[in-house]
């Protein structure tokens, strides 16, 4: 069997995979990593990111409100719809740096940007490039997987854990964010 080209490819540019893709070329592993949207992923997009400054935009208000407990007048603010999503957006474009492909390019990751599919064991292809690896992480989003494995029954992928070390055949598959019953079969 050829040397595979990477230690680790890392399928997925959320905050799962930016974070496993920084820690392995950190320590010295030849990493790729593979983002079919955008680099941050939900977290930073549509989820934590925007969710966290929306819910402090909601603290400051009720405790202008409830000022009171703390000695303060308490004052009843008019927020600005138009001016809280601006500012939700300018705290995106402060962390969109950190997670951008020319920051892990920076770091020494290798960074694939695009749809791709497993086809072999030891082989992830994204644009007509195939990544080979010793280990593959898997930080995407349950749908992927879903329509990645579609041999897989629905009670067989799972939302659960964080971690989970599964061999399969000759490289190692690590699932950030869930758990796959019977990997076995995924290339029959």
Known sequence: M????????VIGGGAGG??????????????????????????????CVPSKTLIKSAHVAHAMRHADRWAIPPH?????????MERVA?????IEPTDSPERFR????DVNLGDGKFVAPDAFEVNGRR?????????????????????????????????????????WL?????VIQSPWNIWK
């Not at 920076?106 to 990751?109: A, E, P, Q, R």
């Not at 690590?174 to 869930?178: K, W």
């Open 131 to 171: 990544l080979t690896a010793k280990t593959f992480v898997i930080a995407t989003m349950f749908l992927w997987v879903r329509a990645t494995f579609p041999r897989f029954r629905y009670d067989q992928i799972m939302r659960l854990g964080w971690k989970i070390f599964i061999p399969v055949t000759l490289v």
């Open 76 to 84: 009843a603010p008019s927020p600005r719809l138009a001016a809280v």
């Open 90 to 94: 300018g705290v995106i474009r402060g």
């Open 18 to 47: 930016l974070v496993v893709a920084a820690g392995g070329a950190s320590l010295g592993a030849k990493v790729a990593l593979v983002e079919k949207h955008k680099m941050g992923g939900d977290c930073l997009w549509y989820g």
């Open 2 to 9: 050829a040397r595979p080209e990477f230690d680790i490819v």
């Open 106 to 109: 920076s770091l020494g990751v």
């Open 174 to 178: 690590v699932v950030v964010g869930l």
